[in-house]
């Protein structure tokens, strides 16, 4: 069987399907911030996928998947530096203790 | 691979104008240096970051002026067509200086009343400046991108400063989760947009004559907008902005609602008026939903609201579903009045913004509307400037919320789409709802006697500062547009 655009793109889709469903059921921040990163992986298999099918002259797609890691690095970062801020004040990082303020 | 790589270099020109890159590198060098020097300074020297961090944003809007006046018509695409510098995206990055810029001068004394390290505040300030004009100015889907990251990470940061306060990591952690989501759906949806026409230039997209595959670039363009939905809080995506504009320190929450809404605005008038014209007629159907819900939703909340700073944010969100409408209407004028709009709600926005600060920094006090009983008789000339702010925010004749919003609806009038004039009606009938929650501040400050001997206000430089320029702001928009005209001649295409 042949490889085709179609698949990796259906590869993509699952993980950021698995990703969104994880964003919006997990209860622990540290959790969350994991399935946000697959998001962000799943997007990087979209963009270098469609490189090697649509533009197989071109580096475009490669280099804004570099672009989106660098990003998800410093989201990370970002991310954590408040999870940690969060456990030191509220001692706990699930979420539901976090609603003081009514949605 | 290896040849293709050679032949992209050989065909590489940067073309680069450092002149016309003057505001960025002003604002990103100022950022860099204020974060060296500040842990450097001690005690009341620490005040010298706060002045360059002012200095900086004015020498920035004089180098936007000069290059204004001396290339009116200026169309320049540098760093390899990846950087579009033309008078558009040069109004909008005057627009966010000037958010910026109020920002600084109310914050200095209210830090200090919080007692927040105001180091990195001025830093993280100029960081998020420099990621909205990046916003304003990107050619190219990645640039766009970037800058959003760049502004989105500090703000993250920023909600969260005051770092003792339960409220503002509550704030920050679910604007970091929302935010990270977002940008989830916007890279996915670049992705596809990228898939579709092989380009990730805004203007090759456009001009991609054989789009390779339909459903890709309608996946596309349907993921871009649930993830700049979420950045300029539009109504099934606003779920975040009332807590986060509640938790925050109220000198951030000023800074979110005016310069990031603008710039995540500017994004939105880059990718579906530019890069998505194919798909207009479809864009058109989705967004008159996406404005008249956010308009509905956001004053029927807003009237419910027992403190002002929520009040506010609720607000911030129904004026977003105005400036929707000049998406929805598509064309030059539309983009032009979208961008008076957020002129306009800038500094009127922040002018309320300030006197809700100068409430606040009392002992004793918050954002509460029982909080400004008894604040009109003892100061009626602060009361009177709250008034006009109020009345601009609701949108009556000789004040600047008036003209945006006329500019708006007479863009969207123009026309002569059935639907476009149903949407205006519904504006005008919610404009008329809000005018109820605006006045109640009004009634509440002349009216309400305060429960308890009333707290005197501090009057600092750097607050008057704000309210003159925020006050002459809102009344030149309002009462002599005509000095503005020269935004009428700048449309987006």
Redesign the interface.
């Known amino acids: 069987m042949q490889v085709e655009l179609i698949h990796f793109l259906c590869l993509a889709a699952i993980l950021f399907g698995i990703g969104l469903y994880g964003v919006l059921t997990r209860r622990n921040a540290i959790g969350i911030l994991m399935c946000v990163e697959l998001m962000f992986n799943a997007v990087n298999i979209n963009f270098i996928s469609f490189a090697k099918f649509i533009t197989p002259d071109k580096i475009i797609g490669q280099v804004f998947a570099v672009f989106v890691i660098v990003i998800a690095a410093a989201e990370a970062t970002v991310g954590l530096a408040i999870v940690i801020l969060i456990y030191r004040n509220f001692k706990d990082v699930f979420i539901d203790k976090m609603n003081i303020m009514k949605w | 691979m290896q040849e293709?790589?050679k032949t992209?270099l050989e065909n590489f020109s940067l073309n680069i104008d450092l002149v016309t890159l003057m505001p960025e590198i002003i604002i990103c060098g100022m950022a860099l240096l204020t974060m060296i020097l500040e842990p450097f300074l001690k005690g009341d020297s620490r005040k010298v970051v706060m002045h360059l961090t002012w200095l900086s944003i004015v020498a920035a809007l004089i180098s936007i002026y000069s290059i204004w006046t001396s290339q009116p018509n200026l169309q320049s695409l540098q760093f390899a067509d990846a950087y579009r510098i033309d008078s558009y995206s040069l109004l909008f990055k005057a627009v966010f200086l000037i958010g910026s810029l109020l920002t600084v001068f109310i914050s200095s004394n209210f830090l200090k009343f919080k007692n927040v390290p105001d180091g990195e505040f001025y830093s993280l300030i100029l960081f998020a400046t420099f990621g909205m004009m990046n916003m304003a100015s990107a050619g190219d889907l990645?640039v766009l991108?970037?800058g959003l990251?760049i502004m989105s990470?500090c703000l993250?940061?920023l909600a969260?400063i005051l770092?003792?306060s339960?409220?503002a990591?509550?704030?920050?952690?679910?604007y970091?989760?929302m935010g990270?989501?977002a940008?989830?759906f916007l890279?996915?949806g670049?992705?596809?947009i990228?898939?579709a026409t092989?380009?990730?230039s805004i203007v090759d997209v456009i001009q991609s004559s054989e789009i390779?595959s339909n459903t890709y670039l309608i996946i596309g363009a349907a993921m871009v907008m649930i993830g700049l939905g979420f950045k300029v809080g539009a109504v099934p995506f606003h779920?975040w902005i009332?807590?986060v504009y509640?938790?925050s320190i109220t000198n951030v929450t000023a800074f979110m609602s005016a310069g990031p809404k603008a710039a995540a605005f500017a994004a939105f008038f880059q990718v579906f008026i530019v890069a998505l014209r194919p798909l207009q007629s479809e864009i058109e159907v989705v967004l008159w939903i996406l404005s008249a819900l956010t308009m509905t939703l956001g004053n029927i909340l807003a009237i419910t609201q027992n403190d002002v700073k929520r009040m506010l944010a609720y607000s911030s969100i129904s004026h977003a579903g105005y400036v929707l409408i000049a998406l929805v209407a598509f064309t030059p004028a539309a983009t032009t009045a979208g961008l008076y709009y957020l002129l306009c709600y800038t500094v009127m926005n922040i002018g309320a913004f300030t006197v809700l600060i100068m409430v606040e920094a009392r002992e004793n006090s918050d954002t509460n509307f029982s909080s400004f009983a008894g604040m009109g008789r003892r100061y009626p000339f602060l009361g009177i400037l709250l008034t006009i702010f109020m009345i601009s925010l609701a949108g009556f004749p000789p004040t600047a919320g008036f003209m945006g919003k006329f500019l708006v609806f007479k863009s969207a009038i123009d026309t002569g789409s059935t639907s476009l004039i149903v949407l205006v009606v519904l504006a005008v009938v919610n404009s008329l709802v809000s005018v109820y929650y605006y006045l109640r501040v009004v009634v509440v400050m002349f009216m309400v006697e305060p429960e308890l001997e009333y707290r005197p206000i501090n009057f600092a430089t750097g607050i008057i500062a704000a309210l003159v320029i925020s006050m002459g702001g809102t009344l030149l928009l309002g009462i002599y547009p005509q000095i503005f005209a020269f935004f009428l001649n700048t449309a987006l295409i």
């Open positions: 293709s790589v992209i990645i991108f970037i990251e990470l993250y940061v969260g770092r003792r339960v409220y990591n509550e704030a920050s952690l679910k970091f989760l990270a989501f940008s989830g890279m996915f670049i992705a596809f990228y898939g092989g380009t990730t390779l779920m009332p807590d509640t938790g």
